[in-house]
């Protein structure tokens, strides 16, 4: 919940909402500046952090900066913990409770608050002659009832809940009770992702930005020495027997500990921000449930992301119960993810946020024009980060995954079936980024039902590869195969928003421009990906001083292949003249 919008589960992201998207309902909010009541609008908060460019520049650089740090923190967070548990049967009880809290947070309130809600906060700020006072007050009550309603009750009904996503047979009984027990434990990370959620948005309501980006990193730093004292002290364990009481208790209490410290420590920077906490249940008649009910295509789009994830997630611990040693499930296919997924969250996700208002505006004054080579401009500059990150994992993915997973619990034959999920996710990150930022089109349009009618579109071809990787191939490689249906699906989910988006903008998609230069990338990737291959293949077994160990045999080719691919297609770029290569620095 870093991001505030996303949701990290093992199988994807679910979008829950607008922080990114900046997606609002049709019709509100046109004329607030017209309905101040003669209350002049209040001075941001922060002074010049609020407005100016020196002030913005300034939050943009703390953000980002949070950003960089939270993500490397959180690489480190999952090297140990494949370490500590593993990639099979084991880390899958682990990692499968620790999706379910995510995944009922946003159906219970996830997707309407960051949708609809936050917006109107945002605006009450601006309309109410309290200052939105009242309002804050209200929605932060509601969610923290909504949300301690809803986590008790998800503890209580846990076997029912894990039941979804696991099979609970003789032969497997164990696996079962323990991710019940896990699940215990981490449901009540429920509570707290609506307290980080709303909080934050307290205090980007009022342009305090800093605290949330970074609060995430001591989430890791707890983790970080959960897992570290986990392997240091305790006898790691490598079948779900074998764990105990006080390792599963270690695991579950840490992991939700660690989730509260992220979402208490937002409290105090909301107080000095000028919110005041106040319990007000007077909610009849204020807004909130016209809001909820606005957020409906939200969170039918948020509910068909989670139906394609709960379906996947069943079938890949299936996986993990035929071959529990074997690295080939659940967890296998999440840590996959954690790094295929880093390029988008980098290049794609940080460009869009900060183009998305000029969208909206272009939209709203009807200038497609504008729209159109702004989108073509965000596809082009992301290309050049996502395609030859795409193909990174295609030629290196192997490579990639011993250096990182092989430790510990895990170990070299574990990570091999990592890494070939890699490599079938690896080209469905380009359609995975484009759509990304084609869905942002409907959005700067206020429209929200088409977004939810690609995800469902999307979810169902995805569930479809999946049943039938599930049905038709071997447990080791079942989830190998949904990784390349997970590509394929967005491939398709593209293919289909292309052709609305172009019906909506009335055939402007500066297609021909896009066509060019990604052949043009795909083609300079594709080299670079050969030859950097054929140095990792050239390098690996040929260094004396490597000889002893085989990880560090596969980092040094992992390092050879990837400064030559990177070289490579830089060379290419500029041999092929691609402009947005051109325009880097040293590549004039």
């Not at 939105?132 to 009550?141: D, I, M």
């Not at 183009?355 to 729209?371: H, K, M, T, W, Y």
């Amino acid at each position: 919940m870093a991001e505030g919008t996303e949701i990290r589960t093992g199988t994807g992201s679910v979008t829950a909402g607008t922080g990114q998207d900046g997606a609002r309902p049709r019709g509100r909010g046109r004329h607030a500046a017209g309905k101040r009541k003669g209350r002049r609008a209040q001075a941001p908060p922060d002074g010049p952090a609020g407005g100016g460019k020196g002030g913005l520049a300034r939050s943009s650089m703390l953000m980002a900066l949070g950003t960089m740090v939270s993500r490397a923190t959180g690489l480190i967070r999952t090297m140990l913990q494949a370490a500590a548990l593993g990639t099979g049967l084991l880390a899958s009880t682990y990692n499968t409770a620790n999706t379910v809290p995510t995944s009922l947070y946003t159906l219970l309130i996830g997707g309407a608050l960051n949708a609809v809600l936050v917006p109107q906060l945002v605006r009450a700020r601006s309309t109410h002659a309290d200052g939105g006072s009242a309002y804050e007050q209200r929605l932060v009550t509601m969610v923290l009832c909504v949300l301690g309603t809803g986590t008790l009750l998800a503890v209580w009904c846990a076997p029912q809940i894990v039941s979804v996503y696991m099979e609970n047979s003789p032969g497997h009984h164990a696996a079962f009770e323990l991710t019940v027990t896990f699940a215990r434990f981490l449901l009540p990370q429920i509570f707290f992702y609506g307290v980080f959620s709303i909080f934050g948005q307290v205090l980007n309501a009022r342009e305090r930005f800093g605290a949330m980006m970074w609060t995430p990193v001591l989430n890791n730093a707890v983790l970080i020495a959960m897992f570290g004292l986990y392997l240091g002290i305790l006898t790691v364990p490598d079948r779900v027997e074998d764990i105990t009481s006080a390792q599963t208790t270690l695991l579950g209490i840490g992991t939700t500990g660690a989730l509260a410290l992220q979402a208490l420590a937002l409290v105090p920077f909301a107080r000095a921000a000028g919110f005041r906490p106040r319990p007000r249940f007077d909610w009849r008649g204020s807004g909130l449930g016209g809001s909820v009910r606005a957020a409906r295509w939200t969170l039918l789009l948020v509910l068909a992301n989670l139906a394609a994830m709960t379906v996947v997630t069943r079938y890949a611990n299936a996986a993990d119960d035929a071959l529990p040693h074997g690295g080939v499930g659940y967890s296998a296919y999440s840590y996959a993810q954690t790094f295929w997924m880093l390029p988008q969250s980098i290049a794609t996700v940080s460009v869009m946020t900060a183009l998305l208002p000029r969208l909206s505006r272009a939209a709203v004054e009807g200038r497609l024009g504008d729209l159109r080579d702004g989108m073509s401009r965000t596809l082009r500059v992301t290309g050049t980060v996502i395609v030859p990150a795409a193909f990174f994992f295609v030629a290196l993915g192997p490579q990639l995954a011993e250096v990182v997973f092989a430790h510990g619990a895990a170990d070299p034959s574990t990570a091999v079936p990592l890494g070939q999920m890699l490599q079938a996710l690896g080209l469905g990150l380009i359609p995975f980024s484009a759509q990304y930022v084609l869905l942002r089109g409907f959005y700067a349009f206020e429209d929200t039902r088409t977004p939810f009618l690609m995800a469902a579109a999307t979810a169902a071809v995805n569930i479809a590869l999946a049943t039938a990787c599930h049905l038709l191939l071997s447990p080791r490689w079942a989830v190998t195969g949904m990784a390349g249906a997970y590509s394929l699906s967005y491939l398709a989910g593209m293919g289909l928003t292309l052709r609305l988006l172009r019906r909506r903008m009335g055939g402007r998609i500066d297609g021909r421009r896009l066509a060019a230069t990604y052949a043009k990338l795909i083609a300079a990737s594709g080299v670079a990906a050969a030859l950097g291959w054929a140095a990792a293949r050239g390098v690996s077994g040929r260094l004396p001083f490597t000889a002893a160990s085989g990880t560090a045999d596969t980092l040094v080719a992992l390092v050879a292949g990837a400064v030559v691919l990177v070289a490579a297609f830089l060379l290419c770029g500029r041999a092929m003249r691609i402009d947005e290569l051109r325009r880097l620095p040293g590549m004039r």
